[in-house]
């Protein structure tokens, strides 16, 4: 008869089973049990040793509270609890804080805390201003020995509202309102990153950001005005330029027009002039030939020409000076 | 069965005594040994250490950890009398235990204790300094950082001698005025922006009425030149026309007087003139004679 490969193990399994039964029952003395249990124990007690730490994290291990090393990413081994444990950090997490008001409220919609949000400038004026502040762990061992979670927070706001109130008390208002903030966005970042240094928090500012930097509420509208007003000097400038380019190029245009007036009269002085100068010549070469004649003509001529016009009055001498007269 | 049972027991008695015997220390802490309540040592290494068991030896923990002491701001008094709402917040730990043990006990009293020490010291600063150290746009006018040094050094040395605490540095977490002067700043603030904004518009007038006076003055300028050039022209042609009729007049200048008097003749004499002529002048001669 063929036996299929699976009624064989159909078989041997039960077989196997009652083999091995048999030979633990033989060898489970309470000793052997006890020795089973222990063994166990010891394996899950080394297994406290492994963990597995991720890419974006570090794992500081400490020896009855002691630093003894930090683990990077990757299979870490150590010799089990309570001689060893592990504290992982998140080296790559970068958390944000705000500065200037609260989250609690910016959620809310609600406006900040005037103690929060207003700063003094160098020249003695309030504004508000808000801003975040990115940070991350720097130094895992640094972190865990001198500031821990709790206090983390609370220290880089704190550096950082401190080196923003010592920066923007030498500001004036108009340079924070205007070009200033990025400026002290940078500064602000770079000394609060050089007080938590000093104070070796292992805390780096990966960013300081400037929110809003506006005038108090109440001095708004003055604020604004001025904007309005430079806004206005500039359309009057404007203004006046506008008249300026009219105008030149009109005066221009009319100096022109008395040149060219001034030229044509020129040419028709000048040529009138060599005309009847030519004519007087022409007539005068005339006359040189025939001068008595020439002369009597133009005399007559000219008498016909005016006496025509005139009342003629021909007056008769004669004796007694009585006149008669003759039209 | 029962000695294994009494080894048990032994063994459990063992583990127990060690316990009571060994410390952990942690990296964030010290540890202070206490002999029937006394202290007598200090670990301040982190890890295992080694004690007699209670009730003989106890142990107590103090937190090595920076800590940040924010105070709620106080009105202080600048040297030129001014009101100013100054927030400082100091940042401080622990240096010397025992005497932090003794003195302080714990966390919560020794900020008490510091918060007294920084106020003090932060008020007598601020009071010896004009207001413009502290906000100033004049460069090198303002020493906040400078100040705020004095305050750390003095709060240091009395916290450290008193109380075995170490300030690691005081700063000035926020500067405002107290209520009422705040409304005057920002009365001042809003004269000041009306001031500006009132400059700008009379300086836009100015540079306004300038820009215009000037085009003015440009275009007085320009015809005035025209003028000049035209009547310059005007009289070279004059003078031309003179020269031209003169050089022409002078070559007879008898026959120009004949011409000239009976072009006077024509213009003189119109409609309205009457002529008396003498019955013997040479025009009529010819009437009266004839040949």
């Given amino acids: 008869m063929r036996v299929s490969w699976w009624q064989r193990l159909e078989l041997a399994v039960p077989r196997r089973w009652a083999i091995l039964r048999d030979r633990l029952a033989r060898r489970a003395t309470p000793r052997n049990l006890l020795a089973a249990v222990a063994l166990l124990v010891l394996v899950d007690w080394c297994a406290t040793g492994i963990r597995a730490v991720r890419e974006d994290e570090q794992a500081v291990v400490l020896q009855f509270g002691r630093v003894v090393r930090v683990a990077p990413a990757g299979l870490l081994f150590h010799l089990p609890w309570p001689i060893e444990r592990t504290v992982v950090f998140k080296t790559r997490e970068v958390r944000t804080m705000p500065v200037g008001f609260k989250l609690v409220d910016a959620v809310r919609g609600m406006p900040p805390d005037p103690k929060e949000v207003e700063w003094v400038t160098g020249d003695t004026n309030i504004i508000n201003m808000t801003m975040t502040v990115k940070y991350a762990v720097n130094d895992p061992v640094a972190y865990l020995v001198r500031v821990g979670p709790v206090d983390a927070d609370f220290l880089v706001r704190r550096a950082t509202e401190s080196v923003l109130t010592t920066l923007v008390a030498t500001m004036p208002v108009d340079d924070l309102l205007t070009s200033g903030k990025v400026l002290i966005q940078e500064e602000t970042r770079l000394q609060a990153q050089a007080l938590l240094n000093e104070l070796e928090a292992g805390l780096r500012l990966v960013a300081v950001n400037i929110g809003s930097v506006d005038p108090p509420a109440t001095v708004i509208e003055a604020f604004n005005d001025v904007a309005t007003a430079k806004l206005e000097k500039a359309r009057m400038i404007n203004q006046a330029d506008g008249y300026q380019r009219d105008l030149i190029p009109r005066a221009r245009a009319m100096a022109e027009r008395k040149v060219r007036e001034a030229e044509s009269y020129s040419a028709t002085t000048v040529e009138g002039a060599r005309g009847r100068a030519a004519q007087y010549l022409d007539l005068l070469a005339e006359a040189r030939k025939a001068r008595r004649i020439t002369e009597t003509r133009l005399y007559l001529e000219a008498l016909e020409r005016i006496l025509p016009r005139a009342r003629l009055i021909v007056a008769e001498e004669r004796k007694g000076n009585a006149i008669r007269i003759v039209e | ?291």
């Fill in chain 2, 1 to 291: 069965m029962r000695r294994i049972f009494s080894t048990l027991v032994l063994a459990t008695l063992a583990v127990i005594l060690v316990l009571s015997c060994a410390i952990v220390v942690q990296e964030t802490e010290y540890a202070i040994i206490l002999t029937f309540g006394n202290p007598r040592r200090i670990v301040s290494k982190a890890g295992l250490a080694w004690k007699l068991p209670p009730p003989f030896e106890t142990v107590v923990r103090i937190d090595k950890r920076l800590r940040i002491l924010d105070p709620t701001p106080a009105e202080y008094l600048t040297l030129d009398k001014k009101n100013v709402l100054a927030d400082a917040f100091a940042a401080w730990e622990v240096a010397d235990p025992l005497q932090f043990l003794v003195s302080v006990v714990d966390r919560n009293r020794a900020e008490a204790q510091l918060e007294d020490i920084l106020r003090a010291e932060v008020g007598a600063e601020l009071g010896s300094h004009d207001l413009a150290a502290l906000l100033s746009i004049e460069p090198g006018r303002v020493q906040v950082d400078s100040i705020m040094r004095t305050i750390t050094e003095r709060t240091r040395v009395k916290a450290r001698d008193g109380y075995g605490i170490n300030v690691r540095a005081v700063r000035l977490k926020r500067l405002n005025f107290p209520e009422e002067n705040r409304q005057a700043v920002f009365r001042r603030m809003e004269a000041e922006r009306e001031r500006i904004a009132r400059q700008y518009r009379s300086e836009g007038e100015e540079e306004a009425e300038k820009v215009r006076a000037q085009a003015d003055l440009e275009q007085a300028r320009i015809l005035a030149d025209a003028d000049r050039l035209s009547q310059e022209i005007r009289g070279e042609a004059d003078a031309e026309a003179t020269r031209i009729y003169g050089e022409a007049y002078s070559r007879d200048p008898e026959f120009y007087e004949f011409l000239k008097t009976l072009e006077a003749y024509e213009s003189i004499i119109d409609q309205d003139a009457t002529i008396v002529l003498p019955s013997n002048s040479r025009l009529l001669r010819l009437l009266r004679e004839p040949k």
